[in-house]
């Protein structure tokens, strides 16, 4: 439980204004925090996660009811990261095979069906590709 307020400070927890009973479908402005005299008289205040993800949305979680989802907002026009070799298509026996690169520089082959590691890494095929000019 400790670990768990260690990363709700790390990741900023936002309080939305509002209440839960009227929530918004705007961003919600996260400058303030509720006053003392909000939680006096009673008024329902929600803390979310906001994540950015690497597909380019922002997503809000309820860490009180098990991370599920309030809302997601798409930021565009795309992700914050792309990568051409996750679109490429091979063949391996005549099955389509897919390469996923991971953050490690790891990568791995998914048919479909399973994942599986392969004996390279990016960076090896990088270091090892031909270049013009």
């Known amino acids: 439980m400790h670990l768990f307020h260690v ?3 790390l990741l900023c927890t936002f309080v939305v204004q509002g209440t839960e009973e009227s929530p918004t479908k705007e961003l919600p402005d996260c400058s303030k925090a509720p006053k003392p005299s909000d939680v006096a008289e009673g008024k329902t ?4 996660f906001i994540v950015s993800t690497l597909d380019g949305k922002i997503t ?3 860490p009180r009811a098990h991370g ?3 809302w997601s907002h ?7 990261l792309s990568s051409s070799l996750s679109r490429l298509e091979m063949h391996n026996r005549g099955q389509r095979v897919r390469l996923i690169p991971s953050l490690d520089g790891s990568l791995y082959k998914f048919n479909g069906e399973t994942v599986e590691p392969l004996p390279l890494s990016a960076d090896f095929l990088l270091r ?4 013009l000019g």
Do not use: K, Q
């Open 45 to 48: 205040f929600r803390e979310l």
């Open 7 to 9: 990363f709700r400070v």
């Open 60 to 62: 809000a979680l309820d």
């Open 68 to 70: 599920n989802l309030v």
């Open 74 to 80: 798409e930021t565009g026009p795309g992700g914050l």
């Open 128 to 131: 090892s590709s031909y270049r």
